[in-house]
């Protein structure tokens, strides 16, 4: 098909905006499709809490509420679609509970379920592969082999585009890969060949760049400040050709702006090596990409190169690694740093002496320099006031019971200037470990299933 189509992307992180997907077939209703992505490295990990206080949980329930909103849409007409990993841990009760309110409200159309990137149990039955070393350390993965709560292969863009050849209005899936939710319609629109590479790098380059939704653009834009209509900055539209060369563009209505240094930054953002970034679908070399202005809010990207993608996927593990807890106490007046400083030391030694001296602390004076590592060290301004923000970490629970029982008592045997127990008692939560390792991907198989609502 020679048509241009158009990819929007309406998600970028779990916690997102829920109005955007309506807001960008209002703005632009020629939209093919619009791409979610709620995954981040330890979303899973938050969702197999989740799952394990609720079977029925363990998907971005936010997601739900999006398909709320595009029902009106999809009831006068819109033949938008929509691809996204919305599903985490249990795809199949996320795409249940889209298709009942779809039910609810008389829209029929296909929903696509897809699995298999869960490859905990295959981790489990050997854990002395090699490949299953910490890819940062090269520990073994048989040193948390019992406290792990998942493992999930970032799976690629053919099962998601099997589904949308099959006409699929809406897939769900686990873990797949960021820039795979764009590379899957465009590989469906144009029937590309799964080793035309150099289309298929195009296509991962269009994904790289709207999978952060606004930070393409003008979202953290080192420009931010000078950009026009921050609160209403539009998500981006991909329009790409069938040669695989596309333009970066958004809403004309909406603010922000999309320019080649907008583009540059989220090209630049989390690639590793320009000459090998690595994706399910194919090998990227970014050294060749050119960009253009041709018009305003319009980039033309040309110029990747691909080859085959390698031989391993890469997994997302995550493990129970103990738990963690963190209060704060504004104070002000003079020598706050000094005085904040102390209140926290006289915290750990309350510890100390209890017998719950706790394997991880840190001691942070917000606002005295310490995140931006010491910048009124050599400054003649002395803040006035600041938070003292102190915080644990433990496998034994009770280090973090005690620890949450001596925040309060600093307001009233503290430093004068003690104003408030800002955070309340800490709540006491799991610290959960990240586990990068490779799987080979001849183990990983996708699943496809279909839902077909109904009138």
């Not at 008389?106 to 897809?114: D, E, P, R, T, W």
């Not at 050119?290 to 890469?314: D, F, M, Q, W, Y």
């Not at 200037?417 to 006491?428: A, D, E, F, L, Q």
Request: charged content about 20%.
């Amino acid at each position: 098909m020679s048509k241009v189509l158009k990819i929007a992307n309406a998600q970028a992180f779990w916690g997102d905006s829920l109005t955007a997907a309506a807001s960008l077939i209002h703005q632009q209703p020629d939209i093919d499709y619009i791409t979610l992505d709620f995954l981040a490295e330890v979303s899973l990990s938050i969702m197999a809490a989740q799952k394990v206080k609720d079977s029925s949980a363990g998907y971005a329930q936010d997601f739900v509420e999006v398909v709320k909103s595009l029902i009106p849409y999809w009831l006068s007409g819109s033949k938008v679609r929509i691809v996204t990993n919305a599903g985490g841990l249990n795809p199949q009760a996320c795409a249940q509970a889209c298709a009942e309110i779809l039910r609810q409200a008389g829209c029929s159309l296909l929903i696509a379920v897809i699995a298999g990137d869960n490859v905990l149990d295959i981790i489990k039955a050997e854990p002395e592969t090699s490949t299953f070393n910490n890819l940062e350390t090269q520990v073994p993965i048989s040193e948390v082999l019992s406290k792990l709560l998942t493992a999930n292969a970032y799976m690629g863009a053919k099962p998601l585009a099997e589904a949308l050849k099959k006409g699929a209005a809406i897939v769900i899936t686990g873990r797949v890969a960021d820039p795979s939710l764009t590379v899957a319609p465009c590989v469906a629109h144009f029937d590309w060949a799964l080793t035309d590479y150099d289309r298929l790098a195009q296509a991962t380059i269009a994904g790289h760049l709207i999978e952060c939704g606004t930070q393409v653009t003008g979202g953290i834009s080192d420009d931010w400040l000078n950009l026009p209509n921050l609160a209403q900055i539009g998500f981006p539209i991909i329009e790409m050709s069938s040669d695989g060369s596309f333009i970066i563009t958004k809403p004309s209505e909406s603010g922000g702006r999309v320019s080649v240094e907008t583009v540059k930054e989220q090209l630049l953002y989390e690639i590793g090596d320009p000459q090998r970034y690595l994706s399910p679908d194919a090998t990227v070399s970014f050294l060749s990409l050119k960009l253009e202005e041709t018009g305003s809010n319009r980039i033309k990207v040309v110029g990747a190169l691909g080859s085959a993608p390698p031989s391993t996927l890469k997994v997302s593990a995550t493990y129970h690694e103990g738990f963690k807890a963190e209060g704060m106490l504004a104070i002000v007046g003079r020598n706050v740093q000094i005085k904040a400083r102390r209140c926290g030391e006289i915290i750990l030694e309350r510890l100390t002496k209890a017998g719950f001296v706790p394997e991880r602390s840190l001691i942070e004076c917000l606002g005295c320099g310490d995140i931006t590592q010491g910048v009124l060290a050599n400054s003649h301004l002395q803040p006035f006031e600041c938070i003292l923000r102190i915080c644990v970490a433990d496998r034994r629970r009770e280090v973090l019971e005690h620890f949450s029982r001596e925040i309060a008592p600093m307001v009233t045997s503290g430093p004068p200037g003690t104003t408030g127990y800002t955070s309340g008692r800490p709540h006491i939560r799991p610290v959960l470990g990240y586990w990068p390792c490779l799987i080979d991907a001849s183990l990983v198989k996708p699943i496809i299933e279909y839902i077909k609502v109904s009138q």
